[in-house]
């Protein structure tokens, strides 16, 4: 049942329900789609063009010519007109089809431009429970990669298909008005070729599989290997390796031998059978005109259509697995986003005028897992209560897994709490709009995340509101100010991928900053563990002091000064609120505090004196 | 960030450069073995081409019989003439028994081209499939040998990458780019040879557009190829987008940026349907222009041929042959333009598979390898060792041992390091993240070459020992758990030759991890990983060191093997282990006290240098690191139990 699993399978070849979907988003270009269609009824009789004229210069023009029933100029004029026609069908013919395939192709684009964003969108709403089950990469894989094997379906497949089957009647009808017999002749093979691309088809797709899963196995080893080849040299298996490979590489190699083999007979089988359909309509139309006075250029018309008609048929496989393909993605995507985004704003929210910053844990009880039937040992927090003064600094303390993180998650509403209730100047948070609530907060997450941009932008994060002057006033505010002015292009200075380019102590002053431009009545604050240099260190210290300053905050702390000054400290441990109190008062009471301040916090009592290694990285909590 | 997101893609990319086919002579060793299915394949093809021209010959005489001429085509002269001198023995104008052998000549040969044509496929493409597989294999036997170093200098990505896009190109070179320049020089020799026969004047006029026609299909073909590698960019970048939002998303939530975000992901979507709508521009224009352009070789055909009928100059047999070798060459036309490209984005990848083929492995025996005994005895000797990693590392590199974390490149890691450890002896490394343990332990395994004469082994210095026999008296049990997607015997028997009947078990019992495998429902037989069950951090601990102790090995090396078992587990194992340090040199890298308590010697590293050494009563008593570490241990107890 693996994710494994789920991308491997593949759909049906077609599916009502699915393609019914898939048709709605054509619906707002359905005009440019029927526009496309109509061009189908043009393009196709164009194909029949040349065959014809072909016919038409014989048997009306050279034989005529050649038995000196007609006079020579006037056969000569009659071709010239003929290829006159010819070339304008050419022309046409290239304006046509160049247009329908760039209809098709720009509405494909626009329909999956729609259900990319939708996608997206989507992912906005869902739920944190949903992203903490569902790896990220699978999400991309949804709003990209599938997204494109159903933009082939569109572009490609859809109106090739339609093109095909159009030409195929088409071809059909023609040959039996011209003379049903000899079109007989020409189709007697058609139900022995379909026959063989329909078992070319099978054998194909199942070699098809081998190929595909025996690749990505052997592509799953090379990762597996390359990334653990210390342990292949540390065990001497470097030549059981390299033979274990060859095994998987055989496989493949054996998988490829069987489509090839398929592809070696399809091909040759398919020509000798449009060859029998070709001597079959010379001979048989022969006798027609030695017996019946059939004319020659039919005859020879009625060749060049047989050549034409066979290629489409040929293709059919192709298209079958566009269709496969995309059948396939659009079941994933769709179940995207069939999941239920629920809406957590209630319909008359709560109006938040002026935040004064009273926090209030209720008894809250709350679990990850089996959210709707928590078992005993899933709580996470247990009746938990504690209430936050406005203006007040509580420092958050404990072991990895106590709790804490969890804390700060639930105040900004990414989870539901079970039991028990958290409210914001009184009032319950489940009343308000989430998003209104969470912007009279500001955070700093434990991992500083930077996006890719500008220092600007990582500060502003696409707030309207804020502007450059804000967004320099708050790191200078955070004490970055002059590091700023030294980098060439300032605020502007480019921002790569997670910040990679900064320093950890630099990226989490710009987070720090990025809080403090949006002007929050509210700081969430989880501490990061990272050690940074002794310089780095002060600047953060004194970025947090005018931080605190005359707004609520809630700290999940990792440093001594933090706790030191916290005007209250809440000791998490094993899912419960066990102890309250300021620093002094925790100390002496001897409790979990006071054990928990001797093994992580007390090393730090000097360390800005002589500064060393953090001693207690090994130990130290790291939600 | 729109902006940011654009210029992702702005870093030059390196034009095509003049094509290396140097590059692609490296091919020819490995025709060599197939000289002789390539020389019948071409032969194959040959006859092919051969068969292929006859058809539109022979409907040539059909028409040519309809219309009663006396003689069929009368234009074939010499040789073609001669050629066609069996048909004339049963030829006779407006015979519908001759219209009868003649269409079923028509398929007879198509049968027999059939045939050839089935032999070419199957032996060309196949020859290019045994290529790639022994290419592929040629591969891994090379990385197999190159050092760690290589690996961090080489990002996985990029040697995924090359073991397989790269791999794929060069694999058409040798398929579809030898089949298809043979099948296109036969084809339109033949069609060209018998063209002229009939008309010499309208064959060159009907040329005309193969030069455009392939010009065309180059022209097209390369820009369409750099089209879309700016859609690949674009997309890559598209994913960049949603990747990071979705990794950020706790920090969109929380400033209620979901509408920006938004905003922002629609400018990517919007830039690469845009780069998409370009491709497609070209891509709609390439076949009907293709289609354009040929059919202007059947409007010459249709006029001038025509006139020649008419003026009796050809017969109209003649002309529908003619007419059908046409058809033949539109194939070749396209296919010559394609080849060319084939050939030279061969000739690019293959620079990028030689890259690795020629990388010379830095890590290996001596010119003259010391005359060692047989076993290694397990003396270890540090003599003022001091070791900086050769390169910074890139970005992406994979660890150069699993676990080890990030290495700067250039500075030091260990410094004047002196330690002799007797054969025999447990001897423990304990010191905060990034002091230098892990880079100690891998310098014994010579995953990383220590400078000369620093390290000796047994008296002699590591470099003069065979690679091999030095690894196979190491038993190593690293700080990341890696275990391959195999079933947990074969993990466990992963670095003996054979592991006999209840040895897997012995090793996995004394690793305290049996009872663990055993309750699995497959037990020894589950496989590890993706597919099959997942196991803990603990539970790929044990079995690493189950892993390392099948081999009963001289010198154990156990990089922080512990650390996602907890306390009470670690002291049963060690318990069980005791035999088995008493057997062997032991180096023991911890966090924990309780690990390295009865070690013979416990070393402290900081920074990369020795600051303390003894055994644990004399550290405790010492008051340093290690006595810190100690009370930290028996608080974190006391804290455990509250």
């Keep these: 049942m693996s994710a494994h699993h789920e991308e491997e399978a593949l759909g049906r070849i077609y599916d009502s329900r699915l393609t019914g979907r898939l048709l709605g988003y054509l619906r707002p270009y359905r005009w440019r789609v029927y526009f496309a269609l109509a061009l189908t009824l043009l393009v196709t009789p164009l194909q029949a063009v040349a065959p ?139 139900p022995l070729m379909s026959a063989v691309t329909w078992v070319f088809r099978n ?88 017996l019946r006075g059939v004319e020659l250029g039919l005859v020879v018309a009625f060749f060049q259509y047989a050549q034409r008609f066979f290629t489409p048929i040929q293709d059919l496989s192709d298209k079958f697995n566009i269709l496969q393909a995309a059948m396939a993605a659009s079941e994933r995507i769709f179940k995207l986003l069939d999941e239920p985004a629920p809406v957590l704003a209630p319909a008359a929210p709560r109006r938040l005028q002026r935040v004064r910053g009273h926090i209030e844990f209720r008894n ?9 039937n928590p078992s005993e040992e899933d709580w996470v927090l247990r009746d938990v209560s504690f209430q936050i003064e406005p203006g007040r600094m509580v420092a958050v303390v404990g072991h990895t897994g106590a709790g804490k993180t969890t804390v700060i998650q639930l ?33 700093v997450l434990q991992d500083p995340f930077l996006f890719t941009g500008t220092i600007e932008s990582n500060v502003r994060l696409g707030s309207e509101t804020i502007g450059p002057a804000q967004v320099e006033s708050a790191l200078r505010e955070v004490g970055v100010g002059p590091w700023i002015e030294t980098l060439p292009q300032g605020i502007e200075t480019r921002v790569t991928e997670r910040g990679a380019t900064f320093s950890v102590g630099q990226r989490q002053l710009i987070s720090f900053a990025r809080a ?71 100390l002496a009471q001897g409790g979990i505090y006071s054990r928990l301040y001797q093994l992580q916090y007390r090393d730090q009592e000097t360390p800005l004196v002589a500064p060393s290694p953090d001693l207690s990285a090994p130990l130290a909590a790291s939600d | 960030m729109s902006a940011a997101a654009q210029s992702v893609s702005s870093p030059a990319r390196p034009r095509r450069k003049p094509a290396a086919w140097r590059e692609l002579g490296r091919l020819l060793p490995y025709l060599a073995p197939y000289k002789r299915p390539t020389v019948q394949g071409l032969l194959t093809l040959l006859v092919m081409g051969l068969a292929g021209a006859v058809p539109p010959l022979v409907m040539g005489v059909m028409i040519d019989l309809l219309r009663g001429e006396p003689l069929p085509l009368p234009n074939l002269r010499g040789f073609w003439r001669g050629a066609l001198s069996p048909v004339l023995h049963f030829y006779s104008p407006r015979s519908a028994h001759a219209l009868g052998i003649l269409a079923l000549l028509l398929v007879a040969v198509v049968a027999i081209k059939g045939v050839f044509s089935y032999a070419s496929r199957w032996i060309l493409i196949g020859i290019s499939r045994d290529i790639e597989y022994d290419l592929r294999n040629d591969l891994l036997a090379r990385l197999v040998q190159l050092e760690p170093a290589f690996f961090v200098r080489n990002p996985t990505g990029e040697l995924m990458s090359r073991c397989t896009n790269d791999l794929s190109q060069v694999r058409m070179v040798l398929g579809p780019g030898i089949m298809y320049s043979g099948n296109t020089i036969v084809n339109m020799a033949m069609a060209i040879a018998l063209m002229a026969q009939i008309s010499p004047r309208l064959t060159i006029e009907v040329l005309i557009p193969v030069p455009i026609v392939a010009l065309t299909v180059r022209y097209f073909g390369n820009i369409i190829h750099d ?100 058809g033949q060459l539109v194939f070749p036309m396209i296919a010559l333009g394609w080849v060319t490209n084939i050939f030279q984005r061969g000739a690019a990848s293959m620079a990028r598979l030689n890259y690795i083929l020629d990388a010379v492995p830095a890590i290996g025996d001596a010119e003259s390898p010391a005359a060692v005994g047989d076993r290694v005895r397990g003396e270890i000797e540090f003599r003022n ?258």
């Excluded at chain 1, 379906?153 to 009647?169: E, H, Y």
């Excluded at chain 1, 990414?414 to 009032?427: A, K, M, P, T, V």
């Excluded at chain 2, 939002?245 to 979507?269: I, K, W």
Aim: proline content about 3%; overall charge neutral.
């Design chain 2, 227 to 326: 089209l879309q590698t700016r859609v690949q960019e674009m997309l890559a970048t598209l994913s960049a987008r949603a990747q990071e939002n979705l990794t950020g998303v706790r920090v969109v939530r929380a400033y209620a940026e979901e509408a920006s975000e938004m905003q922002s992901f629609d400018e990517a979507n919007r830039d690469y349907v845009g780069q998409n709508v370009k491709m497609i521009r070209a891509w709609s224009m390439f076949f009907p222009a293709l289609q354009f352009i040929i059919g202007f070789s059947f409007v010459l055909v249709l006029w001038e041929g025509s006139r020649m009928v008419v003026q009796g100059h050809i017969s109209l047999g003649a002309l529908i042959a003619f007419y059908a070798y046409v």
């Design chain 1, 52 to 190: 014809y004229l072909f016919h038409v210069a014989i048997d009306s023009y050279i034989d005529p010519a050649f038995r000196h029933k007609i006079a020579l100029a006037a056969a000569y004029r009659g071709i010239a007109w003929l290829s006159v026609v010819f070339i304008a069908s050419l022309v046409l013919g290239f304006t046509l089809q160049y247009l329908q395939v760039w209809i098709m192709q720009t509405v494909g684009q626009a329909a999956m431009y729609d259900l990319r964003k939708q996608i997206f969108a989507h992912l906005q709403r869902l739920p944190m429970a949903f992203y903490d089950r569902t790896p990220v990469g699978r999400l991309v894989t949804r709003a990209t990669t599938d997204v494109d094997a159903l933009n082939d379906l569109f572009a490609a497949g859809v109106v090739a298909m339609i093109n095909d089957f159009f030409l195929l009647i088409f071809f059909v009808a023609v040959m039996l008005k011209l003379d049903w017999r000899l079109a007989l002749a020409a189709l007697a093979v058609l």
């Design chain 1, 516 to 586: 403090l431009a949006h002007r929050p009545e509210i700081l969430i604050l989880d501490e990061a563990t990272s050690s940074v240099d002794t310089n780095t260190e002060l600047l953060i210290r004194e970025a947090l002091e005018r931080m605190f300053s005359g707004r609520t905050s809630i700290v999940i702390a990792h440093r001594l000064s933090t706790i030191q000054r916290a005007d209250r400290i809440l000791v998490m441990h094993k899912s419960r609120l066990r102890e309250q109190g300021t620093h002094q008062e925790l």
């Design chain 1, 364 to 372: 809250v009880w709350f679990a990850y897992r089996n959210a709707a």
């Design chain 2, 385 to 642: 060792l001091t070791f900086a990693y050769p390169t910074p590392r890139g970005p992406n590199g994979p660890s150069p041992l699993p676990g080890a974390g990030k290495l700067p490149g250039g500075a030091p890691v260990l410094r004047d390091i002196s330690l002799r450890i007797p054969a025999g002896s447990t001897v423990a490394i304990v010191g905060p993240t990034g002091s230098g343990k892990t880079t100690l332990a891998a310098l014994i395994a010579r995953l990383w070459e220590a400078p000369p004469d620093t390290l000796f082994i047994d008296g002699v210095s590591i470099r003069d020992w065979p690679l091999e026999k030095l690894r196979r008296a190491i038993g190593f049990v690293p700080q990341d758990a890696f275990l391959f997607s195999e079933t947990i015997r074969e993990n466990i028997a992963y670095g003996v030759e054979q592991a006999p009947s209840g040895a897997v078990d012995d090793a996995a019992r004394i690793a305290s991890v049996s009872s663990d495998i055993s309750e699995f429902p497959a037990g020894y037989d589950t496989i590890v990983g993706e597919r099959g069950i997942t196991l803990s951090g603990g539970q790929k601990q044990r079995t690493t060191l189950a892993r390392a102790l099948i081999r009963d090995p001289r010198i154990l090396i156990l990089d922080d093997a512990f650390s996602s078992v907890d306390t009470d587990t670690e002291e049963k194992i060690l318990q069980g282990l005791e035999d088995v340090f008493r057997r062997r040199t032991t180096i023991l890298i911890s966090h924990r006290c309780s690990t390295v308590r009865d070690a013979d010697l416990i070393v402290v590293l900081r920074d990369g240098r020795i600051q303390e050494r003894g055994s644990h009563a004399e550290l405790i008593g010492r008051g340093g690191y290690y006595a810190e570490l100690y009370q930290k241990q028996l608080l974190e107890e006391e804290l455990a139990r509250e």
């Design chain 1, 411 to 443: 105040l900004l509403r990414f989870y539901e709490i079970q039991r028990g209730r958290i409210l914001l100047d009184g009032g319950d948070v489940r009343e308000m709009d989430p998003v209104e609530l969470r912007r009279h907060f500001g955070v």
């Design chain 1, 203 to 290: 054998s194909v797709r199942e070699a098809n599989r081998r190929i595909r899963t025996t690749i990505a196995r052997i592509n799953a080893f090379l990762q597996e290997h390359i990334t653990g080849m210390a342990v292949v040299q540390l065990f001497n298996r470097e030549r059981k390796t390299s033979d274990q490979f060859a095994g998987l590489n055989r496989g493949y190699n054996v998988a490829f031998k069987q489509a090839i083999f398929a592809f070696a007979v399809f091909y040759p089988t398919i020509e000798l059978l449009s060859s029998a359909a070709y001597a079959l309509v010379f001979w048989y139309g022969g006798l027609q005109v030695l």
